[in-house]
């Protein structure tokens, strides 16, 4: 079945930096794209970062482009997304998904979900 393990969340000041990991395991055919959500309390959850497990293409809300970068090691076993130029708007609980499309604007089209690995940014 399907795993997903966030870590490297923890405090950082504003303007710093952080980078998390996904341990991924038990991909099922048809899932073709992982990705990083986050959600403050009393807030939508909202994409941040994705990226297709074949080819490696990359998608980015407009939030975090240009600060943010999604990566994935060759076998697909861990996913990276590292973000500097931090602020107190970064500070929320970020989780890794799967889904069919690396599709940012539909949090119900994305299938499995980790924990979550909070970032506070102060």
């Known amino acids: 079945h399907v795993q997903l393990v966030e870590s490297g969340g923890g405090s950082v000041q504003a303007g710093g930096s952080l980078r998390l990991s996904c341990e991924v395991s038990?991909?099922?055919?048809?899932?073709?794209?992982i990705g990083w959500f986050r959600q403050d309390p009393g807030k939508e959850r909202e994409g941040v970062a994705a990226?297709?497990?074949?080819?490696?293409?990359?998608y980015y809300a407009d939030s975090v482009k240009g600060r943010a970068t999604i990566s994935r090691d060759h076998a697909v076993k861990t996913m990276y997304l590292e973000m500097k130029n931090l602020s107190s708007n970064d500070t929320a609980m970020y989780y890794c998904?799967?889904?069919?499309?690396?599709?940012?604007?539909?949090?119900?089209?994305?299938?499995?979900w980790g924990q979550g690995t909070q970032v506070t940014v102060s």
């Open positions: 998904a799967t889904a069919r499309l690396c599709n940012l604007d539909s949090v119900r089209s994305w299938v499995y």
């Open positions: 038990g991909i099922t055919e048809g899932t073709y794209c």
């Open positions: 990226i297709m497990i074949f080819g490696a293409t990359t």
